[in-house]
């Protein structure tokens, strides 16, 4: 760092995540001397703000790296693949939001609020998880700190946002089709490269990413192996469902979850999330007071409530688990993973 | 039953279910004499149509049930338990919707696919289960009956009309008011007689039916005591989270369970569901092909797909269960209750 700061890229700087990325770094005021927006050729000539401030979107390639100091990226794992080496070979340290990374032992996965030493680990390119599975771990964490954890169970109810803006989109203009009675042909979810498109618009969809030979997702297996990679738990029994929702922002999760400790309340857990890192406790039935993904849109913290104890396993809990996709799930991890690296002195 | 069929009563008629129930009986030719519609003072006076005949909706009284052989009800709890026991005095075999009489060690709650043979005990009034029930115990029976079944965890995806016409009407003008960028204020989801309601339209909602002390909902727990009474498993492991959707018809369920024997595969639980009575496999990843609420509607079976066993566990599986809940969890349970009857020489 220069006395006034980072030189900072932005790769995919036009897509969903991109611009809160941009947002996100303006809000927290994060120490920026220069600031660069990189895209495909395609999105490339557009411009956008940065503090009252116009910016052209460059093509992204290996030279546009030069003298930049942190990297993050979020267009695309092909993108990732090809251009994050080549940011981390010109000395900027790369956040990269997509899964090209994640599973790749020589690269820390990280959600501050769970394993920022990990960071200190890193070779040039640090990983952000993927959405789904940073909401989970922030809630999870606290408890598998005090208690242990044996199990996960997880259903998800996911934001279309969850698969960019050409999905958010697709979301809005088939809803004024079916209001309208006008016809419509689904081009985009539940995977666009898929050959079969459904509507999502008054539906739910049981496929994020592409199905696996072992009958689950691409999206179900990222949960799954992200959070033992995250939470250091190799031997954690866990297992998820993602299903697409007719929702833009905020992901939701049905987690059930066991414990190794025994005696444990729901209170005892419910005390635990209200002074956990990251996370807000909405957890008053009485007052019907719960999370839902509406109210957490443009908010950086995870929500959890409707927490309660099993009724066969004693040490078994339930929990519902909300956070805007694009914020947590993406942009803000990635801007924390940053800050964290300032705080930890690993940036220079 | 005289020469020319049976007196067929429908309370509630007015309501989404009980159009349903009317159209489910004109459908199936269900061998009618006489039909009588039966509501509430305020909506006494509509017509309604049946085989091109205008039937006038009569205000329900002790009285309507004289001379009535069968008597659907479909009016809300506090109706049967005045009306139900009038009916079934005058000789009506009462088959009732709503949950009065579900848990009642007198009444047989019953599924004709799982527990027909229940139908046999009958003092007069057959409870027909919550709709989330019955879709899950319809694909859970047949794997029951050959593997036995330890352990349930579900977590549903439930349609608005599961809360009545006025749930539906309020998830259309919602979602007119946020795409016209209109102001609206929600009344009636997620409980109309609740003092909180909350957006529906491009949202979910972790709250079906009133919290009971334990944190569970009244949906979660009837899902839980339902289950175990429909399959006769008192000692079932069995827990439940439901989740209203922006989705008009259509239930969804997200169904972890665990097996009593070992070495069984999910090609093994894929063939018990292709032959099952009432379900219907559509289980093909490598062709994008599993059951969407939206492909369900207007439909009487249970559709099932992403059967997939689990990774940790040998005796878990997950799975995806779809049913329109206003048929199937509904008025064609219902009438299909009746026609059993019928079939077993149970009514006269």
């Given amino acids: 760092m220069t006395n006034n700061g980072f030189h900072v890229a932005v790769v995919g700087a036009t897509g969903a995540v991109g611009q809160r990325m941009i947002e996100t770094l303006e809000k927290r005021k994060f120490p920026i001397r220069r600031l660069t927006l990189l895209s495909s050729s395609r999105s490339a000539g557009k411009t956008l703000t940065f503090k009252n401030e116009e ?4 093509e992204a390639k290996p030279e546009s790296f030069e003298g930049v100091d942190i990297a993050l990226f979020s267009a695309g794992g092909s993108v990732s693949k090809q251009l994050a080496p080549e940011a981390a070979k010109r000395g900027a340290v790369v956040i990269d939001n997509t899964s090209a990374f994640r599973m790749d032992p020589e690269v ?24 789904s599975t940073i909401q989970m771990v922030v809630a999870l964490e606290p408890i ?29 203009e ?54 033992k990679k995250i939470m250091h738990l190799p031997e954690l029994k866990i297992a998820a469902t993602c299903v697409r929702l007719p929702v833009a922002v905020g992901h939701s999760e049905s987690v059930y979850f066991e414990i190794e400790k025994e005696g444990v309340t729901a209170r005892d857990i419910q ?48 929990m519902w688990v909300v956070s805007d996709n694009l914020l947590k799930g993406a942009a803000w991890n990635s801007v924390q993973i940053a800050e964290t690296l300032i705080e930890m002195g690993l940036l220079k």
Same sequence: chains 1, 2.
């Fill in 55 to 58: 910016i052209t979107v460059q």
């Fill in 108 to 131: 820390p996965l990280v959600v501050p609020e769970v394993n920022k030493e990990d960071l200190k680990k890193h070779k040039g390119i640090i990983a952000n998880p993927n959405c």
């Fill in 144 to 172: 598998r700190q005090k208690y242990g954890l044996k199990k996960v169970i997880v259903s998800t109810y996911q934001a279309v946002s969850g698969a960019g803006a050409k999905a958010i989109n697709e979301l809005n």
């Fill in 174 to 227: 088939q809803t004024k089709a079916i209001i309208n009675g006008e016809e419509f042909t689904p081009a985009v979810l539940p995977v666009a490269s898929d050959p079969k498109h459904y509507q999502i618009a008054f539906n739910a969809i049981p496929q994020i990413d592409k199905f696996q030979d072992n009958g689950f997702t691409f999206e179900e297996m990222k949960m799954i192996n992200e959070t």
């Fill in 271 to 318: 005390e635990l999330i209200k002074t956990a890192p990251g996370a807000v406790l909405q957890d008053d039935p009485a007052e019907q007071i719960y999370p839902m993904p509406a109210d957490s849109v443009g908010k950086n913290e995870v929500f959890v409530g409707r927490i309660r104890k099993d009724l066969d396993e004693e040490k078994g809990f339930h």
